[in-house]
């Protein structure tokens, strides 16, 4: 099988990159662990950020949940989500790191990133993160205004690169953006581990380690 993969695609956030929200709330933020879970399952929720992910202002979005929420006790911690945004980007994921620069040493693959990512702070990954410039090419979502899982932002990456995904694998921490690509025809990995990921690159053929 490895003589047919050719070419590597890359999320980025939680696969190569370590950001979280935990790093700016953490337990000792709010004042109960009830009004944790209230804030990110009812005002700052990932389909939320994931629309800012899409091209959509972080400064709108910021000051509309403002308005929809006026309880002062939400008013800091809807600012705090894009106004401290910049600590929750904390640093590189190394074991992931690792294994992309031994793969990008052995000059095999190409290699390309695919990631839902707001275009106002992707210029701050780019400064900070020498291996974001590895790439043979990037997919940022805000840059294109869609996003992952939605089938366009995946042929978007097919016709402006010419990857055929036959002979691409797709690695992703979203088990739903993997069942996305796979169902248009893209090998996926789920990733969990840097372990796990040689592992699965393994049962592909891509072995080396």
């Not at 929750?88 to 994921?93: F, H, Q």
């Not at 036959?166 to 789920?190: M, P, Q, T, W, Y």
């Amino acid at each position: 099988m490895s003589g047919q993969i050719d070419t590597i695609v890359w999320d980025l956030g939680g696969v190569l990159v370590d950001w979280s929200p935990t790093y700016v709330y953490d337990q000792a933020y709010f004042e109960n662990e009830a009004d944790r879970e209230y804030f990110f399952t009812h005002i700052c929720t990932q389909d939320w950020n994931e629309q800012q992910d899409a091209g959509y202002s972080l400064q709108k979005a910021t000051q509309e949940k403002l308005v929809e929420f006026p309880d002062p006790k939400w008013q800091q911690p809807i600012r705090d989500f894009y106004g401290r945004w910049i600590e929750m980007l904390r640093g590189p994921l190394p074991d992931t790191v690792a294994i992309f620069q031994e793969l990008k040493q052995r000059q095999q693959f190409k290699f390309f990133a695919l990631t839902n990512w707001s275009a106002e702070n992707f210029h701050i990954a780019l400064a900070r993160f020498d291996f974001l410039h590895w790439f043979d090419g990037r997919l940022v979502s805000g840059e294109e205004g869609t996003r992952k899982p939605f089938p366009e932002f995946y042929q978007l990456l097919f016709s402006r690169f010419q990857v055929n995904p036959s002979s691409a694998v797709f690695i992703d921490d979203n088990l739903r953006n993997v069942k996305a690509g796979e169902a248009l025809g893209l090998r996926g990995i789920h990733f969990q581990s840097a372990s796990q990921l040689k592992a699965e690159l393994k049962q592909l053929g891509i072995t080396g380690y």
